[in-house]
Structures are given as structure tokens and as C-alpha cells.
């Protein structure tokens, strides 16, 4: 693999997939949940769904004694402090930041719920609450490709003892002109969600585990392929978490392995199913 960007080094398996999108007109758009103080923007509750959807596909496995059973709630689903979190967007909340400058050009009082919803850390915090998730918690934007960094992120976070899991999510929204002008500044042309309401957005999330934790479906870095293929994206594109969270539905139903490109000069990963991790997984889903 001829690339100098951060890899896994070591395979991840991966315990659980969400996808979510809002006001796309595509057929998986989804009514926001309504989160106590957060307004206005799409960001958080995209967050927030894509991270409960995760939790609620989890099998039964891991550590914690309550996880898999039946009658355990979300926030024991979480994990505890065995559980980090890492959430990745190469311009965060655009709509809170964008209503919270019209309010202070226009003269209005300064809203303080936007003042604490305009950073990613505001969702992780709600999350942690909510989850009872009280491991490590990252927000982070970069201009390479999300998956990337944050499959790497995961692989370096597992290293630590004290910790089985990992739950990376994606979340863009379309984004109003200001957004527009940043991604013309940086040479795109075009997105996705171009051309959608400035709140329309999208979010996929991934719980990850090392292999052997339960997991119908491991991930690696491919290092054989030739990085200069893929499908070409833009910067800090989320794209690549919703390919990995629709092969990672695919293999743990139909099995098999599929090699994922992300985009020119980032890495690939290959996806395996693990048999008998399926198995268990069919087990309890029939139980």
C-alpha cells in the first residue's frame, strides 16, 4: 500500500452499523428525535439516532454482564467506561454556527443553548448521559477520508486495556453559503447533499471491537491494494462509513468478504465474515 495516511494496523471487528439521513427526500430519511437542549439543527439528533440504532443492534457478547440480555435498557447497552467514542465532520454543526451569527448581525439576544450546541462535544456529552458511555470521547475534523481516521483512531484507542470497544460516527449536514464557499475554497466542486436545505444531513456509526468479541464482520487495512483507485470524494468525506456500514449489513446476512475502496490515495480494507460469530448472532436474534 503506497500511502503515508494513518492506518489500523490491526484487524477490528465490527459489532454493529447505523446509517440515518434527514431531509434528503431518500427513502432513508428519518424523523429527528427530540433531544432537551438542542434546537434548531439536525446535527445532534442525527448524531444521537445513529448512536442508539448501534446500541440497539448490538448481540448479545462483550463484557458487560447486562448487554446482550433482553430487558437491558440503551444506557446499559452502552458499555460504561469500557466504551470509547469518537465522532468525525469536517465542519461540525453549520447550522447552529450559521443561525447564531444571523441572530448576532441582526442585533438579537445571544441564545445560550446554541452557544452550547455549536461544538461536537456538546452531542457527545447528551450521549454519555444518556448511554452511561464514560470512556474517552473525541470530536475531530480532518480533510482526508473519515473512514480512515477513524477505523485508525479505534485500532489506536484499543491498544488500551481498559477498554472493548469503540464506537466512531460521521455526521454532515448539507450546509448553507458559507459551507458552499469553504468547500469552493477547497477546490470541490460538488457533494452530496449540494443543493439540499441547509439542515439536511446524514450520520453512520460503527461499534467496533477486536476480532473474536462477538463480531460477525472483522475489517483490515488492505496492503496490497493500489490506493491510487476509488471513488473520487471530497474532503473529510463521510461516504466511506455509510460503504463500510452497507457491506458490514451485506456480509453478517449473506456472508463472504468484500474489498472496500474509499476514494484515490486513501487505504482500502478487506471485510470478512466470521461464521460463527453469524451463528451466535442468528441465535439470539431467533431467541
Same mark, same amino acid.
Given at each position: 500500500?503506497?500511502?503515508?495516511?494513518?492506518?489500523?494496523?490491526?484487524?477490528?471487528?465490527i459489532?454493529?452499523?447505523?446509517?440515518?439521513?434527514?431531509?434528503?427526500?431518500?427513502?432513508?430519511?428519518?424523523?429527528l428525535?427530540?433531544?432537551p437542549? $438542542?434546537?434548531?439543527?439536525? $446535527?445532534?439528533?442525527?448524531?444521537?439516532? =445513529?448512536?442508539?440504532?448501534? #446500541?440497539?443492534?448490538?448481540?448479545?457478547?462483550?463484557?458487560?454482564?447486562?448487554?446482550?440480555?433482553?430487558?437491558?435498557?440503551?444506557?446499559?447497552?452502552?458499555?460504561?467506561?469500557?466504551? &470509547?467514542?469518537? #465522532?468525525?465532520?469536517l465542519?461540525?454543526?453549520?447550522?447552529?454556527?450559521?443561525?447564531?451569527?444571523?441572530?448576532?448581525?441582526?442585533?438579537?439576544?445571544?441564545?445560550?443553548?446554541?452557544f452550547m450546541?455549536a461544538t461536537?462535544?456538546?452531542?457527545?456529552?447528551h450521549?454519555?448521559r444518556e448511554?452511561?458511555?464514560?470512556?474517552?470521547? $473525541?470530536?475531530?475534523?480532518t480533510?482526508?477520508?473519515?473512514l480512515?481516521?477513524?477505523?485508525?483512531?479505534a485500532?489506536?484507542?484499543?491498544?488500551?486495556?481498559?477498554?472493548d470497544?469503540?464506537l =466512531?460516527?460521521g455526521?454532515?449536514?448539507?450546509?448553507?453559503?458559507?459551507?458552499?464557499?469553504?468547500?469552493?475554497?477547497?477546490?470541490?466542486?460538488?457533494? %452530496?447533499?449540494a443543493?439540499?436545505?441547509?439542515?439536511?444531513?446524514?450520520?453512520?456509526? #460503527?461499534?467496533?471491537?477486536? %476480532?473474536?468479541?462477538?463480531? %460477525?464482520?472483522?475489517v483490515?487495512?488492505?496492503?496490497?491494494?493500489?490506493?491510487?483507485?476509488?471513488?473520487?470524494?471530497?474532503?473529510?468525506?463521510?461516504?466511506?462509513?455509510?460503504d463500510?456500514?452497507?457491506?458490514?449489513?451485506?456480509?453478517?446476512?449473506?456472508g463472504?468478504?468484500?474489498?472496500? &475502496?474509499?476514494?484515490?490515495?486513501?487505504?482500502? $480494507?478487506?471485510?470478512?465474515?466470521d461464521?460463527?460469530?453469524?451463528?451466535e448472532?442468528?441465535?439470539?436474534?431467533?431467541?
Open positions: 500500500m503506497t500511502t503515508d495516511k494513518p492506518v489500523p494496523r490491526s484487524p477490528l471487528g459489532l454493529a452499523s447505523a446509517t440515518a439521513t434527514y431531509g434528503t427526500g431518500g427513502p432513508d430519511d428519518i424523523a428525535p427530540r433531544l437542549g $438542542f434546537v434548531e439543527s439536525a $446535527f445532534s439528533p442525527l448524531a444521537y439516532e =445513529v448512536v442508539r440504532q448501534c #446500541l440497539a443492534e448490538r448481540p448479545e457478547g462483550g463484557t458487560s454482564r447486562s448487554w446482550g440480555s433482553p430487558r437491558a435498557s440503551e444506557a446499559e447497552r452502552g458499555g460504561g467506561s469500557r466504551t &470509547a467514542v469518537a #465522532l468525525a465532520g465542519m461540525g454543526d453549520t447550522t447552529t454556527a450559521d443561525l447564531a451569527s444571523r441572530r448576532m448581525v441582526a442585533g438579537r439576544v445571544h441564545n445560550p443553548l446554541l450546541q461536537p462535544n456538546s452531542v457527545l456529552g450521549m454519555s448511554f452511561r458511555i464514560t470512556g474517552q470521547m $473525541f470530536s475531530l475534523s480533510l482526508d477520508d473519515s480512515t481516521e477513524l477505523l485508525a483512531m485500532d489506536l484507542l484499543l491498544e488500551d486495556p481498559e477498554l470497544r469503540v =466512531v460516527l455526521v454532515e449536514l448539507a450546509g448553507g453559503e458559507r459551507a458552499a464557499a469553504v468547500y469552493r475554497e477547497l477546490a470541490v466542486d460538488s457533494h %452530496p447533499l443543493g439540499l436545505p441547509a439542515n439536511a444531513g446524514r450520520a453512520a456509526a #460503527l461499534l467496533l471491537a477486536r %476480532p473474536g468479541a462477538g463480531a %460477525p464482520v472483522t483490515r487495512a488492505d496492503r496490497t491494494h493500489d490506493s491510487d483507485t476509488g471513488t473520487a470524494a471530497w474532503p473529510g468525506s463521510i461516504q466511506g462509513l455509510f463500510l456500514a452497507s457491506a458490514h449489513r451485506r456480509l453478517s446476512r449473506d463472504g468478504s468484500h474489498r472496500l &475502496a474509499t476514494q484515490p490515495q486513501a487505504p482500502a $480494507f478487506i471485510l470478512t465474515a461464521p460463527e460469530a453469524r451463528k448472532t442468528e441465535t439470539h436474534a431467533h431467541q
